[in-house]
């Protein structure tokens, strides 16, 4: 969930607190109820407390909030690997909120997820870049970004094909060429199957480069600190 709700009751030689800098409101019951937002990844929670006697007490919490999607239902083997790329930004679902883990990754899908992993700035598209990718298209701008940037290219008879379903082996060619990942040994009795959208996060996390982002992602000891308030 995004917002969570912390509550608690402090004693009568409390005078004030907050949480991560926001005062809390104690009542004339020495109760609080302190709404709180969580935002994807590692989430620092620092309550202090002053007492009558202007002495300073801190309680830390770590959450870790991670991103899902209303149709990654426990039946889905690789719901993890989906909800820790997410988390970190790697991957996306569609703008209805849902992933879709069992579609096979498209040529727009791998395009999307490029651009937005490399964090380019897209533009709004004032022109049809190709005959099947209409400027109306929620990811012209991807692949118009995409097509500038020399991550993807169309095809000899000017279209781009934004619907073809892609291999294994095409969206390791891709991401590599990219600079996403580096060059990965495939099996060779998958590489030219069509990849569904759970089985590109399966072999993103397993490649070493994000293997290593999820490991830090989930140790609970490192990486929670407190941003000061601008």
């Known amino acids: 969930t995004a ?3 912390i509550i608690g009751k402090t004693s009568s030689v409390i005078k004030s607190a907050d949480i991560n800098g926001e005062s809390v409101i104690i009542d004339t019951q020495n109760n609080f109820a302190f709404p709180f937002s969580l935002r994807p990844g590692k989430n620092p929670i620092v309550m202090t407390v002053k007492s009558n006697n202007n002495q300073s007490l801190s309680y830390y919490l770590k959450v870790l909030r991670l991103k899902t999607y209303s149709d990654l239902t426990k039946d889905i083997k690789e719901r993890r690997e989906i909800q820790f790329l997410s988390t970190l930004g790697v991957l996306d679902g569609d703008p209805d909120k849902k992933y879709y883990p069992n579609r096979p990754v498209t040529r727009r899908y791998i395009t999307r997820t490029m ?19 209409a400027i109306t298209d929620p990811d012209a701008k991807y692949i118009q970004t995409a097509i500038n940037t020399g991550l993807i290219f169309g095809y000899p008879d000017l279209t781009f094909k934004p619907d073809e379903p892609i291999t294994l082996a095409e969206a390791a060619y891709f991401l590599n060429t990219a600079g996403i990942i580096d060059e990965q040994p495939l099996d060779p009795l998958l590489e030219d199957e069509i990849i569904t959208r759970k089985e590109l996060a399966k072999f993103l996390a397993y490649t070493p480069s994000y293997e290593r982002k999820i490991e830090r992602l989930i140790d609970w000891s490192k990486g929670y600190k407190i941003k000061p308030k601008k």
Do not use: S, T
């Open 3 to 5: 917002n969570i709700r």
């Open 115 to 133: 651009v937005k992993i490399l964090d380019y700035a897209v533009e709004e598209v004032e022109y049809e870049l190709f005959p099947d990718v």
